[in-house]
């Protein structure tokens, strides 16, 4: 693809792409995307976008398409490569010319560059950063901001790039240009200073940007490309010029007026600057220990004194407080961080440890905690309005990293770390701050409220570090409970507060006694006509006393009925997903937490479900969540989730149908579900036996949930044994048959489970539905390459259908002698052979006596193979009967054998466990004794073969072995 043509015909699909009529736009996407791979098309798109007289859009597709094309097609063991050729031609073109006229397309240039730097740069494209270098040296303006938004650019992808040779390279990099991008920085300032000195604030813009992007890119190469940056002169002297340079820039910015786009620029620049701080505290605390006090004067006197006043914005005080808690939390500039050997400390740390100490006096510390709770930590004008206006969005919890970039969490995390460092200091100013606002005030005094309100968030994030000096118990009494009482409007603000605070210590410092009334506390505090921010809250306060290590159902119980009629009160009137979600969660984890006591209010659980479910058709996380209480309510009401089938087996069908699109959402959710439906359901019915009818799509999607899918099916096998395989044999032998051979042998042992259960149930039929499939688990049995646990799975099917189907067995070694052209003799023997040599790498005693049972049931088969084999199956029941037998009353017992005392059901039993229960009373392995069969089986064998063959077959046995065989006869 190449010639003016070319670019004429690309041209005019571009435009045609850039349509907004399907039938004109469908086409042009399909064609571009055709010529992805043809030759010369990226060359095509870079003259197209290179060309500033066409059509903004169109060219901005251009650059779209190309950036796309070299993720795809750029480096050389890609698929349809681009041609070297193309390559060094594109590479010229790209840094030809920095006069990109358009804003966001140079952006898309710059960060289109980079990418091919990441892969060509240094060793394709030494001429990159030369040509960056000089560009950025160009007196126009846009030339030198594109310029430098592409070195930026390149810059970050450089740094980016982790393996040894590749930061090697950058460390070279840094070396040759620090000193330059340092000098570009530092003009690029004093040209914006001097600017701002004459007021002319569009001059202050222009320089700020160029100021900032070189900033950017010595940030990267000082973090990344200095490894230690106390050694290199330029690295200390850039942290140096940022002290100097942040005060003069702080003020500037006050002083340009609010609606010039110069103090936009200006924040942004005085934010890079703390977060250049913040990078090198973090990542080299002890080449940074020579700015800690200059850190510690210039950051609490602009947010913990007067001097601040007028100067601040909201990211500069986040930055500012980040650095003072790096600093108070830093472990590199502790003294005990070292202790056992005192001359392997670095001199650092005590220079650290000392400026800490002088720095934080009693009256600094005193001073930043009162400002703190008394500044910071207040509600703001801001957030009152939220409340009023969106009170589901308040009570979000930002959580994770926010406290990095947002005021409120970054001053509470700034206020544990202080805490946790000057506990002693802190202690006494936070209690007298609480004793003062427990007075009793005016509801109507915004400001006492908003005070107390802050200090009683204090006390609930300082808990665990309060632990000794609060008496919690006789506080929550006395005083914190007559505090809901006032249900004033203005008073929300407290009562939200207090409910929150309480969560705060439950898991901290409550005596058990006490859960009944804060459940009494947490209920009137759900009620519709409380505020709604305040019913939030309690809520969370009621789940987290619900998930206490102490919660005791008993206590519970009265509260249930009450508790579930709020909480769907609450559910009905919020709106907010993410809020239906945490309510509903809550209501999930009290039915969690209490079991079965929920049983008597299913029907009032059962009224709101159903209409949450539709209404919640656009919000699959939502309907998640009310899966995830489904499972929880099954759970609890055991067998009498029957009455919940009409609304439940239609949503589980719903939810694991993958030819529903919501099927991503919500389709581990409905397996789960599904299962735990099984287990609890007492009989098979007609609609649970048609949802089977969605299992073989699962199946065949494969996935994390394939263990949940064969459970699923063998409670099916255990619930309705003939309806089921009468119906779906078919389908479970494809199912079984189609993963054999794809999973690891932790699959295989539960597919193999599902076949074992099969023949527990159907004796004479299982084998017959799998037996195109027993020579393939001969064949690996055989083949004795598999793992120990495969190799005890598949001897244990064998073994079953020895016991109970010895016709069958012989059936399929005749067979798999046809199918191998094998004498049956010959693969018989060579069985018995493998099994003697796998017998003792099967661990369970369960599966050790089934194989003996099967090995002893096999010697009265009339078969000369097996004769033969007669002394090696000695040898291995032998071996069994110590695994399995006990003395008592000087009599061997099988120990593996249920009496009567198995019948006993316990009350905390699915349905399925008691399923299970029955079938293993009927299973050979517990109910059948070893010893009297291994007797009954040679008493029998003696009959057979006459006394004088099966003495002579005896004495062939070791005397040992027929010694202890005597021990187990008496």
Same mark, same amino acid.
């Given at each position: 693809?190449?010639?003016?043509?070319?670019?004429?015909?690309?041209?005019?699909?571009?435009?045609?792409?850039?349509?907004?009529?399907?039938?004109?736009?469908? +086409?042009?996407?399909?064609?571009?995307?055709?010529?992805?791979?043809?030759?010369?098309?990226?060359?095509?798109?870079?003259?197209?976008?290179?060309?500033?007289?066409?059509?903004?859009?169109?060219?901005?597709?251009?650059?779209?398409?190309?950036?796309?094309?070299?993720?795809?097609?750029?480096?050389?063991?890609?698929?349809?490569?681009?041609?070297?050729?193309?390559?060094?031609?594109?590479?010229?073109?790209?840094?030809?010319?920095?006069?990109? +006229?358009?804003?966001?397309?140079?952006?898309?240039?710059?960060?289109?560059?980079?990418?091919?730097?990441?892969?060509?740069?240094?060793?394709?494209?030494?001429?990159?950063?030369?040509?960056?270098?000089?560009?950025?040296?160009?007196?126009?303006?846009?030339?030198?901001?594109?310029?430098?938004?592409?070195?930026?650019?390149?810059?970050?992808?450089?740094?980016?790039?982790?393996?040894?040779?590749?930061?090697?390279?950058?460390?070279?990099?840094? /070396?040759?240009?620090?000193?330059?991008?340092?000098?570009?920085?530092?003009?690029?300032?004093?040209?914006?200073?001097?600017?701002?000195?004459?007021?002319?604030?569009?001059?202050?813009?222009?320089?700020?940007?160029?100021?900032?992007?070189?900033?950017?890119?010595?940030?990267?190469?000082?973090?990344?490309?200095?490894?230690?940056?106390?050694?290199?002169?330029?690295?200390?002297?850039?942290?140096?010029?940022?002290?100097?340079?942040?005060?003069?820039?702080?003020?500037?910015?006050?002083?340009?007026?609010?609606?010039?786009?110069?103090?936009?620029?200006?924040?942004?620049?005085?934010?890079?600057?703390?977060?250049?701080?913040?990078?090198?505290?973090?990542?080299?605390?002890?080449?940074?220990?020579?700015?800690?006090?200059?850190?510690?004067?210039?950051?609490?006197?602009?947010?913990?004194?007067?001097?601040?006043?007028?100067?601040?914005?909201?990211?500069?005080?986040?930055?500012?407080?980040?650095?003072?808690?790096?600093?108070?939390?830093?472990?590199?500039?502790?003294?005990?961080?070292?202790?056992?050997?005192?001359?392997?400390?670095?001199?650092?740390?005590?220079?650290?440890?000392?400026?800490?100490?002088?720095?934080?006096?009693?009256?600094?510390?005193?001073?930043?905690?009162?400002?703190?709770?008394?500044?910071?930590?207040?509600?703001?004008?801001?957030?009152?309005?939220?409340?009023?206006?969106?009170?589901?969005?308040?009570?979000?919890?930002?959580?994770?990293?926010?406290?990095?970039?947002?005021?409120?969490?970054?001053?509470?995390?700034?206020?544990?770390?202080?805490?946790?460092?000057?506990?002693?200091?802190?202690?006494?100013?936070?209690?007298?701050?609480?004793?003062?606002?427990?007075?009793?005030?005016?509801?109507?005094?915004?400001?006492?409220?908003?005070?107390?309100?802050?200090?009683?968030?204090?006390?609930?994030?300082?808990?665990?570090?309060?632990?000794?000096?609060?008496?919690?118990?006789?506080?929550?009494?006395?005083?914190?409970?007559?505090?809901?009482?006032?249900?004033?409007?203005?008073?929300?603000?407290?009562?939200?507060?207090?409910?929150?605070?309480?969560?705060?210590?439950?898991?901290?410092?409550? /005596?058990?006694?006490?859960?009944?009334?804060?459940?009494?506390?947490?209920?009137?505090?759900?009620?519709?006509?409380?505020?709604?921010?305040?019913?939030?809250?309690?809520?969370?306060?009621?789940?987290?006393?619900?998930?206490?290590?102490?919660?005791?159902?008993?206590?519970?119980?009265?509260?249930?009925?009450?508790?579930?009629?709020?909480?769907?009160?609450?559910?009905?009137?919020?709106?907010?997903?993410?809020?239906?979600?945490?309510?509903?969660?809550?209501?999930?984890?009290?039915?969690?937490?209490?079991?079965?006591?929920?049983?008597?209010?299913?029907?009032?659980?059962?009224?709101?479900?159903?209409?949450?479910?539709?209404?919640?058709?656009?919000?699959?996380?939502?309907?998640?969540?009310?899966?995830?209480?489904?499972?929880?309510?099954?759970?609890?009401?055991?067998?009498?989730?029957?009455?919940?089938?009409?609304?439940?087996?239609?949503?589980?069908?719903?939810?694991?149908?993958?030819?529903?699109?919501?099927?991503?959402?919500?389709?581990?959710?409905?397996?789960?579900?599904?299962?735990?439906?099984?287990?609890?359901?007492?009989?098979?019915?007609?609609?649970?036996?048609?949802?089977?009818?969605?299992?073989?799509?699962?199946?065949?999607?494969?996935?994390?949930?394939?263990?949940?899918?064969?459970?699923?099916?063998?409670?099916?096998?255990?619930?309705?044994?003939?309806?089921?395989?009468?119906?779906?044999?078919?389908?479970?032998?494809?199912?079984?048959?189609?993963?054999?051979?794809?999973?690891?042998?932790?699959?295989?042992?539960?597919?193999?489970?599902?076949?074992?259960?099969?023949?527990?149930?159907?004796?004479?039929?299982?084998?017959?539905?799998?037996?195109?499939?027993?020579?393939?688990?001969?064949?690996?049995?055989?083949?004795?390459?598999?793992?120990?646990?495969?190799?005890?799975?598949?001897?244990?099917?064998?073994?079953?259908?020895?016991?109970?189907?010895?016709?069958?067995?012989?059936?399929?070694?005749?067979?798999?002698?046809?199918?191998?052209?094998?004498?049956?003799?010959?693969?018989?023997?060579?069985?018995?052979?493998?099994?003697?040599?796998?017998?003792?790498?099967?661990?369970?005693?369960?599966?050790?006596?089934?194989?003996?049972?099967?090995?002893?049931?096999?010697?009265?088969?009339?078969?000369?193979?097996?004769?033969?084999?007669? +002394?090696?199956?000695?040898?291995?029941?032998?071996?069994?009967?110590?695994?399995?037998?006990?003395?008592?009353?000087?009599?061997?017992?099988?120990?593996?054998?249920?009496?009567?005392?198995?019948?006993?059901?316990?009350?905390?039993?699915?349905?399925?466990?008691?399923?299970?229960?029955?079938?293993?009373?009927?299973?050979?392995?517990?109910?059948?004794?070893?010893?009297?069969?291994?007797?009954?089986?040679?008493?029998?064998?003696?009959?057979?073969?006459?006394?004088?063959?099966?003495?002579?077959?005896?004495?062939?046995?070791?005397?040992?072995?027929?010694?202890?065989?005597?021990?187990?006869?008496?």
């Amino acid at each position: 693809m190449d010639g003016t043509n070319a670019v004429g015909i690309v041209l005019e699909t571009l435009t045609k792409a850039t349509s907004q009529e399907a039938s004109i736009l469908k +086409p042009a996407e399909q064609q571009l995307k055709e010529w992805e791979t043809h030759a010369g098309f990226y060359s095509v798109l870079q003259t197209i976008y290179s060309n500033h007289s066409i059509d903004v859009n169109v060219r901005w597709l251009a650059v779209l398409y190309f950036k796309n094309g070299i993720d795809k097609y750029w480096r050389k063991t890609a698929p349809n490569a681009i041609a070297e050729e193309e390559k060094t031609e594109i590479r010229a073109r790209l840094i030809g010319t920095f006069n990109e +006229p358009v804003a966001p397309i140079a952006t898309q240039l710059a960060v289109l560059i980079s990418k091919v730097a990441r892969v060509d740069c240094p060793r394709e494209w030494q001429e990159l950063i030369p040509t960056l270098l000089e560009a950025v040296k160009q007196p126009e303006p846009l030339h030198q901001q594109r310029a430098l938004l592409t070195m930026h650019h390149v810059t970050k992808t450089l740094a980016s790039k982790r393996l040894l040779s590749d930061r090697k390279l950058f460390r070279e990099l840094t /070396s040759n240009i620090f000193s330059f991008v340092l000098n570009l920085w530092n003009a690029h300032t004093e040209n914006f200073l001097a600017a701002a000195r004459s007021h002319d604030y569009d001059g202050v813009a222009t320089f700020v940007e160029l100021s900032m992007l070189a900033l950017k890119i010595l940030r990267k190469q000082l973090v990344f490309g200095i490894p230690e940056p106390q050694k290199v002169s330029d690295a200390l002297t850039l942290v140096q010029l940022v002290f100097q340079r942040i005060k003069p820039v702080v003020e500037l910015r006050a002083q340009v007026p609010c609606s010039h786009l110069a103090k936009e620029k200006l924040e942004k620049q005085i934010v890079l600057y703390m977060k250049l701080l913040l990078d090198v505290q973090d990542n080299f605390p002890l080449a940074y220990v020579n700015f800690i006090k200059q850190s510690l004067e210039l950051t609490v006197a602009y947010v913990f004194t007067d001097a601040g006043k007028g100067l601040l914005f909201e990211r500069f005080i986040v930055q500012c407080m980040n650095l003072i808690k790096g600093i108070v939390k830093c472990d590199a500039y502790r003294l005990n961080k070292l202790e056992e050997d005192e001359d392997a400390k670095d001199p650092a740390v005590y220079v650290a440890a000392k400026v800490r100490e002088e720095f934080f006096t009693d009256d600094t510390v005193v001073e930043i905690c009162r400002r703190l709770l008394s500044q910071y930590f207040l509600i703001v004008p801001e957030d009152l309005r939220m409340w009023e206006e969106d009170p589901e969005g308040y009570t979000i919890d930002e959580g994770g990293e926010s406290w990095k970039f947002t005021l409120r969490p970054c001053t509470e995390v700034l206020f544990l770390a202080l805490f946790h460092a000057y506990k002693e200091i802190f202690t006494p100013v936070l209690l007298q701050m609480v004793q003062s606002s427990q007075e009793a005030c005016d509801p109507g005094d915004m400001n006492t409220l908003l005070l107390k309100e802050a200090v009683y968030n204090a006390m609930g994030l300082a808990a665990f570090e309060l632990f000794d000096e609060v008496d919690f118990d006789q506080w929550l009494t006395s005083h914190l409970l007559s505090e809901l009482q006032n249900k004033q409007a203005s008073y929300r603000l407290i009562r939200r507060r207090v409910i929150w605070l309480i969560g705060q210590w439950i898991g901290v410092k409550l /005596s058990p006694n006490l859960h009944p009334t804060v459940y009494n506390a947490i209920l009137p505090l759900l009620a519709p006509e409380e505020d709604l921010v305040v019913r939030i809250t309690a809520a969370q306060t009621l789940k987290i006393a619900v998930d206490d290590f102490e919660f005791k159902t008993e206590n519970f119980t009265m509260y249930l009925e009450s508790s579930f009629a709020l909480l769907f009160q609450l559910l009905q009137q919020v709106a907010e997903c993410d809020t239906k979600m945490n309510v509903l969660h809550v209501l999930s984890f009290i039915i969690e937490r209490v079991g079965h006591q929920i049983q008597p209010y299913v029907s009032k659980l059962t009224q709101y479900l159903p209409m949450l479910w539709e209404e919640s058709r656009d919000h699959n996380m939502l309907r998640c969540a009310i899966l995830s209480t489904l499972v929880h309510l099954v759970q609890g009401v055991g067998s009498l989730s029957v009455n919940l089938y009409p609304f439940l087996l239609p949503i589980i069908q719903f939810s694991t149908d993958v030819s529903q699109p919501p099927h991503v959402y919500l389709l581990e959710d409905g397996i789960d579900l599904w299962y735990d439906t099984l287990q609890n359901a007492p009989v098979m019915t007609k609609e649970l036996l048609q949802l089977f009818g969605n299992m073989s799509e699962l199946l065949e999607l494969g996935s994390e949930n394939l263990k949940t899918c064969f459970q699923i099916m063998m409670a099916y096998v255990l619930l309705g044994p003939e309806e089921f395989l009468q119906n779906y044999s078919g389908a479970v032998f494809a199912g079984c048959v189609s993963l054999l051979n794809h999973v690891r042998p932790e699959g295989i042992v539960i597919v193999m489970k599902l076949v074992e259960t099969i023949f527990k149930v159907f004796p004479v039929e299982g084998p017959q539905i799998f037996r195109q499939m027993m020579p393939t688990v001969l064949q690996k049995v055989l083949q004795k390459e598999v793992y120990p646990i495969e190799m005890s799975m598949y001897l244990s099917l064998l073994a079953r259908i020895i016991i109970k189907n010895q016709p069958t067995f012989f059936m399929l070694i005749e067979q798999a002698g046809k199918m191998w052209n094998r004498a049956p003799s010959e693969i018989l023997d060579e069985l018995l052979q493998v099994w003697m040599d796998k017998i003792d790498t099967i661990t369970q005693a369960e599966r050790r006596k089934l194989t003996a049972l099967a090995l002893i049931s096999l010697i009265t088969a009339n078969s000369s193979v097996v004769n033969a084999r007669f +002394p090696d199956i000695i040898y291995a029941v032998t071996e069994v009967l110590h695994d399995v037998c006990r003395e008592e009353n000087g009599t061997q017992i099988d120990y593996l054998v249920m009496g009567d005392r198995e019948e006993l059901e316990d009350e905390t039993e699915t349905e399925h466990e008691k399923r299970k229960r029955r079938l293993s009373l009927k299973d050979p392995v517990f109910c059948i004794s070893l010893r009297d069969y291994v007797i009954s089986q040679l008493t029998e064998y003696q009959r057979q073969q006459g006394t004088p063959n099966f003495e002579q077959l005896m004495q062939s046995i070791d005397i040992e072995i027929q010694q202890q065989l005597q021990e187990f006869f008496k």
